[in-house]
């Protein structure tokens, strides 16, 4: 239902900076793109899991972090734009992944999340 567009990836070498973005359009309205309750980006390297990254709610902007990227990486939004950004600063070969924002409950969890984005690959290198 909400259609969500990933940019801003690319390839960095270690200490650097990137910025990501999402932007979430609804079905008929500006209303539908704020349906879900908060939206997340999370990421997955090779191999692994897919990890929580980071969320913000769309009503008060509350956001949370996972420890990893605490002190480096900022998720903002721009309500009236239905845009979700992920501002990723201090950059390190670990933060190589594929990094998808979705749409859903204000969670850690993949599972609360019902809509995602296509995915955008960070790489970084050392």
């Not at 609804?26 to 997955?44: I, K, L, P, V």
């Not at 296509?118 to 290198?125: D, I, K, L, P, Y």
Request: proline share 2%; net charge positive; glycine share 12%.
């Amino acid at each position: 239902q909400v259609q969500l567009v990933e940019s801003g990836g690319g390839l960095v070498q270690a200490g650097g900076s990137l910025r990501l973005s999402c932007a979430a359009s609804g079905r008929t309205s500006s209303a539908d793109a704020h349906s879900a309750e908060a939206m997340g980006w999370f990421r997955q390297a090779p191999g692994k899991e897919r990890e929580f990254v980071a969320a913000i709610t769309w009503r008060g902007g509350i956001v949370l972090y996972a420890d990893s990227v605490k002190g480096r990486f900022t998720i903002s939004r721009d309500n009236a734009k239905n845009t979700v950004f992920l501002q990723m600063n201090s950059l390190k070969p670990e933060d190589t992944a594929v990094y998808y924002c979705a749409a859903g409950f204000y969670s850690t969890y993949t599972s609360g999340y019902k809509n995602w984005g296509q995915g955008t690959q960070v790489t970084v290198s050392s």
